[in-house]
């Protein structure tokens, strides 16, 4: 697994597991189970890693000591948070907090109430972040690594909660003191929140300088896409506009990179699940192969002791005539179950072929599902930049429409009304419109069909639904809050009459 070559790994896991199981090995059986699950998670496959974390946590809960339970309460708490999911993934980590505290594990409850304040402060409660990390401190004394990263949270907590020059203070002495500035990124954590702490002040100057250091560091995808959101921020505020959009087509350009790499892990997931199902039909194969050879011995053992029975009763009594034609009479009967058992066989095999072609087809049709999200990815990327393009042109006329100097000017006045009539155009709706057919052909023809209620922006904001955007990013998309775009979901959802146990996203998959 750690060498990421996922299909040995999992056929070795599933192996394992069938032995401990057969054995009622509960330990081994529990640890397959959950290193399955930690396979897909690396194979970014959160759905199905889910499922394996909590057959293996009912498993630890029925038959294993606690300390199995928090190993996987806390694997469970990591894959929700890295999902967005922070209100489950505090529900988890807090249950692996509780058995900790109730087995007396110290260091563990250390460790898992650092866990709750991280979650904490993704959910902008600085407050209640702040009291799990005090609480942390003591406990983590004896791992200095994980000592710096409660302190870390407790810095956060402070910039969340308006401390800025605190946090800053407190994050520069960390970085000067840290050994290890690599163990889980602890280095660019501390300069994130320098460059976030001069952002909130203003001081735009060192909040840049602060985010070059980090990218000085050669930090990974995700990283760097942050770091230039924060460069893109800190350049729009200081009326830097060029810079800005250099920054912001520099987020896209990574967005960009994340995607494709999201989708050659999706492929990669999905040849791993056809491989696997794969070798566990082989080992079916060969288990029922296993099966039919031992049946074939045993009759043609017994066919032997039939015939050797019948040679020994025609030399002692050859008055037994009949008895030996009713024997040879059950021999050729065997024979016929024989051949019964190769015909059942040859029908074995060809199932197993027609089973191999649909799991093929099976395999095809997943790959044209992932090409069609990957292109509606790219439109979605498309259609942010777009926007977020003519937002920042937007937010530059309006600036420079300020102006005293340049208002007076007639002539610029009028340039700058026929951009912003531009502007206002669908032309880039259309475009994107006739892209949408191209990849998802005939989906707006069934959508108006099931509803002809539907209005043009109706249909565009389901459309964007269907790419799986956020409401966030639909909401940036159309110009409106978030809180809006939330209850224009409502209202569409009653309008298309969807049952409440039906969400958006789910209907319009279907359709």
Known sequence: MWKKDYVKSLELLTEARNIAEKNHWYKQQFLA??????????????????????????????????????????????????????????????????????????????LYAMNLGNVANEMKKPVEARAYFIESLPHLKQEPD??????????????????????????????ASAKNKD?????LSLLFIIAKSYLQ??????????????????????TRKSVFELLSSTYTKSEQFNEALRYKDSVISVDKQLNDIKSGKLFETNKVKFEIENYKSQIAVNQEKLATERKLFYSIIAFIIAVVTIVILALRNRAAKQKQKQLQA???????????????????????????????????????????????????AKALYLSGRNELIEDILSSISGSTEISKNPEIAKHIKTLNTHLKTNDEWDSFLTHFEEVNQGFLNRLKTAHPSLNANDIRFLAYIYMN????????????????????????????ELPDSTTLYDYLSFI
Request: contains cysteine; neutral net charge; proline residues 1%.
């Open 469 to 496: 955007l956020s409401t966030k990013e639909i909401a940036s998309m159309l110009n409106v809050t978030a809180e809006a775009c939330r209850k224009r979901k409502e209202r569409l959802a009653t309008k298309m």
């Open 183 to 187: 163990f889980n990124d602890i280095g």
């Open 146 to 175: 994980l000592l710096i990263l409660a302190e870390i949270g407790l810095a956060e907590s402070d910039l969340l909660d308006g401390k800025t020059k605190q946090a800053r203070n407190k994050a520069t002495q960390l970085y």
């Open 330 to 380: 059950e021999g050729n009967e065997k024979i016929m179950a024989l051949q019964l058992e190769k015909e059942k066989n040859e029908n074995l095999l060809l199932e197993q072929q027609i089973k191999e072609k649909e799991t093929t087809a099976l395999l095809e049709q997943e790959r044209l599902k992932s090409e069609i999200e990957s292109r509606n990815r790219k439109l979605s």
């Open 33 to 110: 189970i959950n290193n399955i699950g930690a396979n897909y998670y690396s194979l970014l496959d959160y759905g199905l890693a889910l499922d394996y974390y909590l057959e293996s946590y009912n498993l630890a809960v029925k038959q294993l000591e606690p300390k199995y339970e928090m190993v996987v309460l806390n694997n469970i708490a990591i894959l929700y948070s890295k999902d967005g999911k922070y209100d489950k993934a505090k529900e988890y980590f807090k249950k692996a907090y509780d058995t900790a505290a109730e087995n007396n594990d110290l260091v563990k409850v250390g």
């Open 201 to 222: 002040e203003k001081n735009y100057a060192l909040a840049a300088n602060s985010a070059a250091e980090i990218l000085q560091k050669n930090p990974n995808l995700e």
